[in-house]
């Protein structure tokens, strides 16, 4: 059974950095893309970035280009965001996920995490 789990959220304040982690069980994910998604109350989950196992520079929305860094560690089967100079809009419930093809819709992914919550105080 595919797992993913997510790690790293909390609470930072404005220009501060967390590091998302993203560990994945259970499967073969050689040729998945794996992708960051948030969430805020009563709003549609959000794509933030994604990558192939096999690297690349990874894809991003514009609000967090330059910011965000996707990255996977295929010996770990996990995949991290770095987020640098987090902003109070940047405060959502992150969620992992993995699908056969790089997309920014959340129906074109497969497997899903449980979340972590991430909020950036002003």
């Known amino acids: 059974q595919v797992q993913l789990v997510e790690s790293g959220g909390g609470l930072v304040q404005t220009g501060g950095s967390l590091r998302l982690s993203c560990a994945a069980s259970?499967?073969?994910?050689?040729?998945?893309?794996m992708a960051w998604f948030r969430q805020t109350p009563g709003k549609e989950r959000e794509f933030v970035a994604a990558?192939?196992?096999?690297?690349?520079?990874?894809n991003y929305v514009d609000s967090v280009k330059g910011r965000f860094t996707i990255s996977g560690d295929n010996a770990k089967n996990t995949v991290y965001l770095q987020m640098n100079r987090l902003k109070p809009g940047d405060t959502a419930v992150y969620y992992c996920?993995?699908?056969?093809?790089?997309?920014?819709?959340?129906?074109?992914?497969?497997?899903w995490g449980q979340g972590t919550q991430v909020t950036v105080s002003s």
């Open positions: 259970g499967g073969t994910f050689s040729s998945y893309m």
């Open positions: 990558i192939g196992w096999t690297g690349g520079t990874g």
């Open positions: 996920a993995g699908g056969p093809r790089g997309s920014f819709r959340v129906p074109e992914y497969d497997y």
